[in-house]
């Protein structure tokens, strides 16, 4: 069921991303200021958008499994988070390599926007040992998907603290009233979101298809009373 | 502070600028390549599971015919 359509999604995933990078490269304009650093952006700003969304899709998911108690939700929680926590980390990769070649830096401690972004991640670092650490099955899902809810509603309100505090010196491109990014630069900016958005939603599919088998796969060992159908991950919900 | 950090580091050259370009289009190519190798791996797993279940429900079919015609 959840494979359903994840042929066309991940042949559109790939057009996409392909087409993204050919503007990137042969397209999109050298900035200004940064030369071709700047190539960076196209790679690094979508892949912090579509981790803090994803993250705030999986609180909406853990809503839903809380008001009708559907594991399904809490599966669809889960992966919305493990798929951002993994663009998390190319993120924060991506990140420092930029500003090691725009900054002389790896990493700059007094930057609200770096920090936040840190501490986001390190709290969704949380989401897997939280899980890990209770046994029971129903309980499990309940305490992660209010996890889910609490840690999903501070992403936009650390998103809107770092708006408001003072920037050292990462940029706030949408934020400006003057300037910003002129239209040949958002084109490809907005390819490129495309194209992440994409690709966050194939891997879950395939993530959430992976998992459907693997259920299916242990509710038939059980019901032949197969060898090993006692065997279970404790960490990932089971998907049916 | 940023005059001091602009200072530090002024625009890269192209030639300079084209490693951390390339460095960090690979770190997120590499990233998705270790996500679907280890992808890869559960689905195999699966597969296997899914043959041992098989061969499982056959061979007790077989009993059970073998316990018919006695």
């Known amino acids: 069921m959840y494979g359903k359509g994840l042929r066309p999604l991940s042949i559109a995933t790939v057009a996409m991303l392909a087409l993204s990078l050919s503007l990137v490269f042969f397209y999109a304009p050298l900035d200004a200021d940064q030369g071709f650093i700047q190539k960076i952006f196209y790679l690094h700003v979508p892949l912090a958008i579509t981790a803090l969304v994803g993250f705030i899709v999986g609180g909406v998911f853990a809503i839903a499994h809380l008001r009708s108690g559907n594991a399904k939700w809490d599966a669809y929680s889960y992966v919305s988070i493990h798929i951002s926590v993994i663009f998390g980390v190319a993120v924060l990769v991506t990140g420092a390599i930029w500003a090691k070649a725009s900054w002389g830096h790896w990493w700059v401690w007094d930057e609200p926007t770096l920090v936040s972004f840190l501490i986001v991640f390190l709290l969704y670092c949380t989401y897997y040992p939280f899980r890990y650490a209770i046994e029971d099955r129903d309980r499990q899902a309940r305490y992660a998907s209010v996890f889910a809810v609490t840690a999903g509603a501070f992403v936009p309100l650390n998103f809107m603290a770092v708006r408001m505090a003072q920037s050292l010196v990462h940029p706030r491109v949408f934020a400006t009233s003057t300037g910003g990014l002129p239209g040949s630069m958002m084109l490809v900016f907005l390819c490129s979101l495309a194209a992440m958005a994409l690709l966050w939603l194939t891997l879950v599919k395939f993530e959430l298809a992976a998992k459907s088998a693997s259920g299916q796969v242990k509710r038939l060992r059980r019901a032949l009373d197969a060898p090993g159908s006692g065997a279970s991950s404790r960490i990932a919900p089971e998907v049916s | ?70």
Not at chain 2, 19 to 28: C, E, L, P, R, S
């Open chain 2, 1 to 70: 502070m940023l005059a001091l950090l602009l200072a530090d580091a002024p625009a890269l050259p192209l030639d300079e600028a084209g490693k951390y370009v390339a460095g960090a289009y690979v770190v997120f190519v590499v990233l998705l390549v270790i996500y679907v190798s280890i992808m890869a791996s559960k689905v195999a797993r699966i597969e296997r599971e899914l043959k041992e279940v098989a061969s499982f429900a056959e061979q007790r079919k077989a009993e059970e015919k073998e316990e018919v015609s006695a």
